[in-house]
């Protein structure tokens, strides 16, 4: 028994002989029918648990769509595995379950709470899945099995799908490594390590953050020194996942999503891009950070996400270049609307509501360094800012800096074919915050045919809804 798969059991029933011919007979009767009920008892426990043709109907909670194979797509589905003891670590016991699992198969998690202590655990890359047969890490029940603890957790199989767990106040992450891996349905409350993305070609949906300690979601990037070694990380899919009631615990650090490192200048032979899409994600009540989402990378694409209620964050391209902002939405907002730090941003076709009339629809920053010779920000560069709504912003934009340090200033952004909405139709103006007149910021920059209007007396659907 010790070298059967866990969640795996047989049971065996013995008969007792009897004195004469026929109670003999009766008795091996009666052992028959009982060893008959056994095995078919058997027989339903591993097609309940544990067989290929009925594991998506075991009993593990919400999970059956998540069993089943993506449209479009044929997928194998294995043993299905019931793993997890309050009364032991459920890294130990993941540990014992990997060595049986094969492309296919299962590891479902009893519900329950498990704390994992100090160190390292880790899924090892040769634990895969395949395209068509992917392994599953999943809760029994989606949100019972709770993790607490401080144990940094890498998950570095591919075509892994991790589903249903809430983690509680952890202070390290879930890092998720390979590729073309899911991670969907879970929750982070409290917790200072949140997830960072080691992978590429992954999936980030249906989760929940909050009352985030530190970053929720960081999409890693390699160090700008990797040289010839360098493993780039791309082509994930962020969406439909919720961010709410963030609060401002210490001073930094508290972006909801913060896409890449933001280093700069870089090698030559850097690659900077992310390729990663954020759409139809739900930020309310995210105030801890002045970045909800902060990009600080090139050639990802934000679109579709609804922000209510965050205070002073803000959509922010922080040292990114060649990004799409199209069909957001930010509602009740107390700072700008957008702030740039790089060249060739498009932001078209949002629609961003102030609550602060002190704040400019655009910050355009200047770029500065640090005393390691590092940026701090680069000079927003020949960004195009097309059709979009700006409601109660009296500023159209600010000429933005930190410092009286400015290595160059901002040039060739295109402000042009927005709407701006604002009481009694008041035209915005510039806000001239470092040492640049408004001609002289005008010579540079571009603003053009953008048309004002009342603010509605009509509200816009709210986009949580």
Not at 23 to 51: E, K
Not at 187 to 206: D, H, K, P
Not at 413 to 426: C, D, P, Y
Request: proline share 4%.
């Amino acid at each position: 028994m010790a070298d059967e798969p866990p969640g795996r059991h047989q049971g065996r029933h013995q008969g007792r002989p009897m004195g004469s011919r026929l109670g003999r007979r009766l008795g091996w009767l009666a052992f028959a029918i009982v060893l008959a009920l056994a095995l078919y008892q058997w027989f339903l426990f591993t097609q309940s648990s544990a067989s290929p043709a009925s594991a998506a109907e075991a009993e593990i909670g919400d999970y059956a769509e998540l069993l089943s194979a993506p449209p479009g797509t044929i997928e194998t589905l294995g043993e299905a595995y019931l793993i997890g003891d309050e009364s032991e670590p459920l890294d130990v016991s993941i540990l014992a379950a990997l060595e049986h699992l094969a492309p296919g198969d299962s590891l479902v998690v009893r519900a329950g709470h498990y704390e994992l202590a100090e160190g390292d655990f880790v899924w090892p890359a040769a634990v895969s899945g395949t395209p068509a047969a992917p392994i599953r890490l999943l809760a029994e029940k989606a949100g019972e099995v709770t993790i607490t603890g401080s144990k940094l957790v890498r998950l570095d199989g591919s075509h892994l799908h991790i589903a249903g767990f809430h983690f509680l106040g952890l202070q390290e992450a879930i890092r998720l490594g390979g590729q073309d891996n899911r991670f969907v349905n879970n929750i982070f409350e409290r917790s200072a390590g949140g997830l960072r993305l080691y992978t590429s070609n992954s999936e980030i949906t249906g989760n929940l953050w909050t009352g985030s300690l530190g970053v929720s979601l960081i999409h890693a990037q390699p160090s700008i020194d990797c040289g010839e070694k360098c493993v780039y990380f791309q082509h994930n899919h962020i969406h439909g996942n919720t961010w709410k009631d963030i609060e401002k615990t210490k001073p930094n650090g508290l972006e909801a999503i913060m896409l890449g490192y933001g280093n700069a200048p870089f090698p030559d032979s850097y690659d900077n891009a992310l390729h990663a899409t954020v759409d139809n994600n739900t930020f309310i009540n995210v105030r801890g950070d002045a970045e909800v989402i902060s990009v600080k990378s090139d050639r990802n694409v934000i679109s579709g996400n609804c922000l209510v209620d965050n205070g002073m964050g803000a959509l922010v391209i922080r040292m990114g270049d060649d990004n799409l902002i199209a069909s957001n939405r930010s509602l009740g907002s107390s700072g700008a609307a957008m702030r740039i730090s790089g060249a060739r941003n498009v932001v078209a076709g949002n629609h961003f509501e102030s609550l602060n009339e002190g704040v400019a629809a655009v910050d355009l920053h200047s770029a500065e360094r640090k005393e390691n010779g590092l940026f701090s920000y680069l000079a927003a560069r020949d960004n195009q800012i097309l059709g979009n709504r700006f409601q109660g912003y009296n500023f159209i934009a600010r000429d933005y800096s930190t410092t009286e340090d400015i290595e160059t200033f901002s040039a060739g952004n295109l402000i042009k074919s927005n709407i701006f909405a604002t009481e009694a139709a008041r035209r915005p103006v510039l806000r001239l915050d470092a040492t640049r007149t408004q001609d002289e910021f005008l010579e540079s920059n571009t603003v053009s045919a953008n048309r004002v209007e009342a603010v509605s007396t009509t509200p816009l659907p709210d986009c949580r809804t």
